[in-house]
């Protein structure tokens, strides 16, 4: 308590110093007594700015050397100023009280948030099992490394469209999907779960070092953006197969991006754009500001 004491003290001087500085500059020279005035005049706001400077450094070292108090501190005598008899003072205890106390609630709800964000509940590689169903805990992303395998041979998909499994990150694979002579799809897979997916021209590399780059064409990269959409729309940790079974079928809908009119418009192009996205339902096309009309 001594220290912190001596530490408002400090600041209330420095801050009276500053103001008698400030006051002293305001006022200036008469301007009648010629140089020997002007130079005294600056003489004494040397010495005054020199001892704001001191008392400065005073105030950090005050500072640095607090501490944390283990309790938060008692008011004490403060009471008392509830009984002030002048005006300007009758209101100080009960906003030092309300004070403290929207200072207590603060640190309550930053607890309580700080506890929230660390469950990481929102993260979609994970799942969450509420204890009140008793749910054995899912593994979707640790089944055979084979699964990724049968579960796409059991899609029925165009003749056009291929698939060619690879796995450059251990036993996750990343499918690239050859839709005709239209696009190439990178699915990167976290066990079962979809996790990235990118898209590229017929004639673009798609290979495993460039799984993260876009593609040079504006249509191929609006698809991208629809297909990340879809993505977060069939993601279900609990149906992890038949969330992959009907994403493939929604991508599988590409097959004719440069040949489907708009089913609102019934336009081919709009803004230099064929139709890009597919209905999540219906798979039916649409023009990107179509779609929400």
Not at 107 to 121: G, K, P
Not at 149 to 168: A, C, G, M, Q
Request: with cysteine; charged share 25%.
């Amino acid at each position: 308590m001594d220290k912190l004491n001596s530490t408002l003290t400090a600041v209330k001087n420095l801050r009276s110093n500053v103001r008698q500085c400030f006051e002293h500059l305001a006022d200036g020279t008469d301007g009648e007594g010629g140089e020997e005035s002007r130079n005294k005049f600056v003489h004494d706001f040397q010495e005054r700015f020199g001892a704001i400077n001191s008392q400065l450094r005073e105030v950090e070292q005050l500072i640095n050397g607090l501490q944390v108090p283990p309790t938060p501190y008692s008011l004490g005598n403060t009471a008392y100023l509830a009984q002030e008899t002048s005006q300007d003072r009758q209101a100080l205890y009960p906003q030092l009280v309300n004070s403290y106390k929207w200072i207590d609630k603060v640190h309550d709800h930053s607890f309580l948030a700080f506890n929230n964000l660390n469950q990481n509940t929102l993260r979609r590689s994970y799942n969450y099992c509420s204890q009140k169903r008793q749910r054995l805990p899912f593994s979707s992303f640790n089944n055979d490394p084979d699964h990724i395998d049968k579960l796409l041979s059991e899609i029925n998909t165009p003749p056009h469209t291929s698939y060619r499994i690879f796995r450059p990150f251990g036993t996750n694979a990343v499918a690239i999907v050859t839709i005709s002579n239209v696009m190439k799809a990178a699915i990167v897979f976290k066990g079962v779960l979809i996790e990235w997916v990118t898209v590229k021209g017929f004639d673009e590399p798609l290979e495993h070092d460039d799984l993260w780059a876009e593609s040079r064409y504006e249509v191929f990269r609006k698809v991208q953006e629809h297909a990340h959409s879809a993505m977060l729309h069939f993601f279900s940790p609990t149906l992890p197969d038949l969330a992959v079974k009907s994403y493939v079928t929604w991508l599988n809908s590409h097959i004719k991006l440069f040949l489907e009119p708009c089913k609102r418009c019934g336009k081919f192009v709009v803004h230099g754009l064929p139709p890009t996205w597919r209905d999540l339902r219906t798979l039916e096309p649409f023009h990107e500001d179509c779609r929400n009309c």
